[in-house]
């Protein structure tokens, strides 16, 4: 089966083996080399982008579609994000990736122009399905999963950039194991223009998700630990089972009250996430090398009293109350001595006896 890439079309889906869409005449092979295999989302009139798993000379890829220009500024920012950066939990798009193509629409006696983008399928299902079907993840994943996304957005900030748009749809659980993340078309590079613009107050697009985006994102001034808070909320999303937009907030405070609904969770790793959702950006760790810092094995956890119930504190406390006790018993005896040698010198000498310390 081949799909029209014409959104205009009325019968989108045609033969494999034909060379233009029987509906509408488009030429079915794009760039004499994509064709547009199954979509991967519902096909809707209406939306701005679509998006198709495309064969390309036998290997299976992701085709996006831009129908309306309006987006193309994020979509060509997409575009050159994920060509500069090279990581395995990043979707590969090729030099020749992104390119236009220009659609005669007969009916409509004028043209379309669509604006593509194609980059590298990535196997498995995001953890917004995964969740749905397993339930909420064991501490031991969550260690092992916040240290991957960690160490992808490590690759992302250091190329002066930060995703934006971090959420469990957005992130990808392949066959091996490791995670994937993906939809970088609210990617936003962290130049001194931006930085002016979010200082002046001017505006800035904004990008929301309920429940996961951070208030100054809301208030189109998002900065790189911006993208710490929308990991954090995803992690409570991924321990607890309930979405972060369902749990209720400290209303002094802002911070989110999820801890009861995740006991398995230790106050190491709860210290943590809540320090990535703190409700302002300079509450939140500097920089993904800090994260890291803190995933590390060795890391030291914060000390506290040592309990009572501790063997070896209890031994220790025996111990000394011994060792008390032997001092105490020495030293009596020792005066009860002293005072027995004073009595004999005295009546030795026929004086009378001191007073008995009582």
């Known amino acids: 089966m081949s799909y029209c890439i014409n959104p205009k079309c009325l019968v989108r889906q045609n033969p494999s083996d034909i060379a233009a869409c029987l509906a509408c005449g488009t030429p079915l092979l794009i760039q004499q080399r994509y064709r547009l295999v199954q979509p991967l989302r519902e096909l809707d009139e209406l939306g701005q982008t679509e998006v198709f798993l495309t064969e ?15 987006l193309l500024k994020l979509f060509e920012r997409e575009a050159k994000t994920l060509q500069q950066l090279q990581h395995s939990g990043i979707p590969r ?8 193509l220009s659609i005669h629409l007969v009916t409509y006696k ?58 469990l749809s957005n992130i990808m659980l392949q066959p091996g194991g490791q ?13 001194n223009t931006y930085l002016a613009k979010v200082g002046s107050g001017r505006e800035v697009t904004g990008i929301v998700s309920p429940g996961y985006t951070p208030l100054e994102q809301v208030n189109g001034k998002a900065v790189p630990q911006s993208d710490f808070y929308a990991l954090g909320r995803s992690f409570v999303y991924l321990l607890t089972g309930k979405h972060p937009i369902d749990l209720l907030e ?15 969770v ?93």
């Open 56 to 70: 390309d000379q036998g290997m299976l890829k992701v085709l996006k579609v831009l129908k309306t220009p309006k």
């Open 93 to 100: 798009v090729e030099p020749d990736g992104f390119f236009s």
């Open 110 to 167: 004028h043209s379309l122009m669509l604006h593509c983008l194609v980059m590298q399928k990535i196997e498995g299902q995001n953890l917004e399905q995964w969740l749905e079907q397993q339930g909420p993840i064991s501490e031991a994943i969550a260690w092992q999963w916040l240290k991957q996304l960690v160490e992808i957005l490590d690759v992302v900030h250091q190329h002066e950039l930060f995703h934006r748009d971090i959420k």
């Open 179 to 191: 995670l994937a993340l993906i939809d970088f078309g609210t990617a936003r590079e962290v130049t």
């Open 250 to 264: 400290d209303p002094q405070t802002g911070a989110l009250n999820w801890r009861d609904a995740a006991s398995q």
């Open 266 to 358: 230790s106050a190491r790793l709860a210290d943590l996430i809540d320090d990535l959702m703190a409700p302002f950006p300079g509450q939140r760790p500097l920089n993904t090398q800090e994260i890291l810092q803190r995933l590390a094995p060795d890391f030291p956890s914060p000390q506290k009293p040592p309990s009572l119930a501790s063997p070896r504190l209890r031994w220790l406390i025996i111990l000394n109350l011994c060792l008390f006790l032997l001092q105490l018993i020495t030293g009596f005896l020792w005066l009860q001595a002293k005072q027995q040698q004073n009595w004999d010198s005295y009546r030795d000498r026929d004086l009378p006896l001191p007073a008995q310390v009582q």
